[in-house]
T-cell receptor, first 113, second 110 residues
Framework: ETGVTQTPRHLVMGMTNKKSLKCEQH?????MYWYKQSAKKPLELMFV???????ENNSVPSRFSPECPNSSHLFLHLHTLQPEDSALYLC????????????FGPGTRLTVL | GIQVEQSPPDLILQEGANSTLRCNFS?????LQWFHQNPWGQLINLFY???GTKQNGRLSATTVATERYSLLYISSSQTTDSGVYFC????????????FGSGTKLNVKP
């Protein structure tokens, strides 16, 4: 595998389910990011991790819970989501917090019923 | 945060035509990237260009940081250029908090 990978690519869940999104980067980077892309809206930064430490939480509801066990892996744990949380969730990585470039995974298309 | 505005929002081109996409940002930036999002959602890096001019094949980009804008040029467009083009900027002093524009949706017709 090369670059940034995300699994699953598609996910359908009910509002009472608990699921997790996984991101893995194979670029030797130290910073990782979660973004949300909703229809008709710009990409929104959700969380930033630098050397496994969370450095940014962009006022994200607690039903989204990130986890970064090491610099290569990033998870987004989901529970009691709402239909308006349906979106494309994108993971990215960069060398470190100074960047400069961010590289994105293919995304997970999430549908909440 | 900063405001990032892209124009035009939609663009239809005939194959072989040239185009210019614009990105304006409301404050000084230390990091600016252009991306192409393909129909499957993948964001592909085009340019990292906080200032100056870069070229990569049929694509080139110019950022004039003092005037707070960046331009993406597409020459001899092909149907595979279709998709949404985003610029993303980091405000000065905030190295990895990117703000994205709303994108330009490009449709290149054969």
């Amino acid at each position: 595998e090369t670059g940034v990978t995300q699994t699953p690519r598609h996910l359908v869940m009910g509002m009472t389910n608990k699921k997790s999104l996984k991101c893995e980067q194979h670029l030797g980077h130290n910073a990782m990011y979660w973004y949300k892309q909703s229809a008709k809206k710009p990409l929104e930064l959700m969380f930033v991790y630098n050397f496994k430490e969370q450095t940014e939480n962009n006022s994200v509801p607690s039903r989204f819970s990130p986890e970064c066990p090491n610099s290569s892996h990033l998870f987004l744990h989901l529970h009691t989501l709402q239909p308006e949380d349906s979106a494309l969730y994108l993971c990215a990585s960069s060398q470190d917090r100074t960047g400069p470039e961010q590289f994105f995974g293919p995304g997970t298309r999430l549908t909440v019923l | 945060g900063i405001q990032v505005e892209q124009s035009p929002p939609d663009l239809i081109l005939q194959e072989g035509a040239n185009s210019t996409l614009r990105c304006n940002f409301s404050d000084s930036v230390n990091n600016l990237q252009w991306f192409h999002q393909n129909p499957w959602g993948q964001l592909i890096n085009l340019f990292y260009i906080p200032s100056g001019t870069k070229q990569n094949g049929r694509l080139s980009a110019t950022t004039v940081a003092t005037e707070r804008y960046s331009l993406l040029y597409i020459s001899s467009s092909q149907t595979t250029d279709s998709g949404v083009y985003f610029c993303a900027a980091c405000p000065g002093g905030d190295f990895n908090k990117f703000y994205f524009g709303s994108g330009t949706k490009l449709n290149v017709k054969p």
